[in-house]
T-cell receptor, first 115, second 113 residues
């Protein structure tokens, strides 16, 4: 079974600084997708970024970028110029393209932003 | 996400009572999902649907059933609620499989006393 591991339950960053959230996954597949979702205190789940495994280029969305290391099965999220509104729980998720695969989430990491 | 709504937003119920949570979408998306979120577990899939009357089990389906009689509605039923089913429940949808991002409802906080 595929697993997604977020080993750091909590992290903290100073406003305007950069922070990296770690995620590793276990799979024997070569064709899959990876996601980062954000859950602010409002409880709404929001897509942050998406990465296709067959694309070597790291995905970027404004201040959010990923470091996708396929061989190492690592998918970290970098948040640049952190803002108070970035404070949230962040979930890493994985799904492979096979017929019976469903999106699997990590346990999440709580990010706090210090003013 | 404005295209998907869950009801109720909060519910308190007693052990042994049946409970139905509703998910309604206006996007005509084919795929719909029910997840539960618990501290230390992230989100875990309960059931999912890939079309009207087509549903299947997820990893934590025991004690839950679902129905999808129309594209826009996906119901989650707890036949006889237990305290272990106290959780936050999320419904999600996607318009294509696999690589399509999920769009989530705002969640239902269920407390079973």
């Amino acid at each position: 079974a595929q697993t997604v591991t977020q080993s750091q339950p909590e992290m903290s960053v100073q406003e305007a600084e950069t922070v990296t959230l770690s995620c590793t996954y276990d799979t024997s597949e070569s064709d899959y997708y990876l996601f980062w979702y954000k859950q602010p205190p409002s409880r709404q789940m929001i897509l942050v970024i998406r990465q296709e495994a067959y694309k070597q280029q790291n995905a970027t969305e404004n201040r959010f970028s990923v470091n996708f290391q396929k061989a190492a099965k690592s998918f970290s999220l970098k948040i640049s110029d952190s803002q108070l509104g970035d404070a949230a729980m962040y979930f890493c998720a994985y799904v492979y393209t096979g017929a019976n695969s469903k999106l699997t989430f990590g346990k999440g990491i709580t990010l706090s932003v210090r003013p | 996400d404005a295209g998907i709504t869950q009801s109720p937003r909060h519910k308190v119920t007693e052990t042994g009572t049946p409970v139905t949570l509703r998910c309604h979408q206006t996007e005509n998306h084919r795929y719909m999902y029910w997840y539960r979120q618990d501290p230390g577990h992230g989100l875990r899939l309960i059931h999912y649907s890939y079309g009207v009357k087509d549903t299947d089990k997820g990893e934590v389906s025991d004690g839950y059933s679902v129905s999808r009689s129309k594209t826009e509605d996906f119901l989650l039923t707890l036949e006889s609620a237990t305290s272990s089913q106290t959780s936050v429940y999320f419904c999600a949808m996607s318009n294509r499989g696999k690589g399509s991002p999920l769009h989530f409802g705002n969640g239902t906080r269920l407390t079973v006393t």
